[in-house]
């Protein structure tokens, strides 16, 4: 055989005899797992816990209580005697006049000084004319809705309005009762004083209003618009026109949209309020 080839043969044994040395030197080094190791290591470790479920009575000791306002009182000092009660009213936040309180009738009535201050005539064109009843018969009198009324800090809104030329001069209109919806109204008349005490919110009385109310002011600003779409439907029929006739027609269709957009704005309030739709 040729040297070199022993010399290959010889370097291949050497080697296979040194990789079944540590063959076996590693598997002297390896061995099993056994229970010995098992308990001097430790048992397996758990998966972590899930945290334990609140029961029905702790949740309800951690669930937030609704916080519970205290509801407000207004004390404010009349002018006048037990028949006639004059408090200070603040209109549209910017005007204070002084106001009748007439414990007998619903609504509010103010003069034309008023509203002319609170500029409520200013656009002639805009205003919305009706009869009411008043000493001696039937008188023409403005109809609008007025933003807000505030009685020392007892505020409401939207409060529909009659302005008439038959206010007397004592003071500057009349309000009636219900002109505070989200109060309870009482009069002391020993200590010359209004009271106003808060209502809590309820699902019966939206905006402070009973169904009663929103029925009745439906009804009310429903008939307004009638009224003048029936005058509109009439005077639109004829083909010909005179001058005046023909401002007239332009007046009573000025007033039929002036009604129908005050009953639209009622209807918005209405919805904002979550009003029924069977008391409207």
Do not use: C
């Amino acid at each position: 055989m040729h040297f070199n080839t022993i010399k290959i043969l010889v370097t291949v044994l050497f080697l296979f005899l040194l990789v079944s040395a540590a063959a076996s030197e590693a598997g002297q080094k390896s061995r099993s797992f056994t229970n010995e190791d098992l308990e001097k290591y430790g048992s397996t470790p758990s998966p972590p816990a899930r945290p334990a479920e609140a029961t029905d009575s702790q949740a309800e000791e951690i669930s937030p209580k609704p916080v519970e306002h205290p509801l407000k009182k207004y004390v404010i000092p009349y002018s006048g005697g037990s028949r006639r009660i004059i408090i200070p009213v603040t209109f549209n936040g910017r005007i204070t006049a002084n106001m009748l309180l007439d414990t007998g009738a619903p609504g509010m009535h103010i003069s034309n000084n008023l509203a002319r201050e609170l500029g409520l005539l200013d656009d002639k064109e805009s205003n919305l004319w009706v009869t009411i009843g008043g000493i001696g018969g039937s008188v023409p009198a403005i109809f609008t809705i007025m933003d807000s009324i505030r009685v020392g800090e007892a505020e409401n809104r939207f409060i529909p309005t009659f302005i008439s030329p038959s206010i007397s001069s004592e003071f500057d209109g009349l309000i009636g009762m219900d002109f505070m919806a989200d109060y309870e109204v009482k009069i002391d008349n020993q200590k010359q004083v209004v009271i106003f005490e808060e209502l809590p919110e309820s699902s019966s009385l939206p905006a402070g209003h009973d169904e009663r109310w929103w029925k009745a002011t439906f009804s009310q600003f429903k008939s307004l618009r009638l009224t003048w779409e029936r005058y509109r439907e009439q005077i639109f029929k004829r083909e010909s026109f005179t001058e005046r006739e023909k401002e007239l027609r332009m007046f009573v269709d000025r007033q039929y949209r002036k009604a129908n957009d005050l009953y639209d704005k009622l209807s918005v309030y209405a919805s904002e309020h979550s009003v029924p739709h069977e008391w409207r």
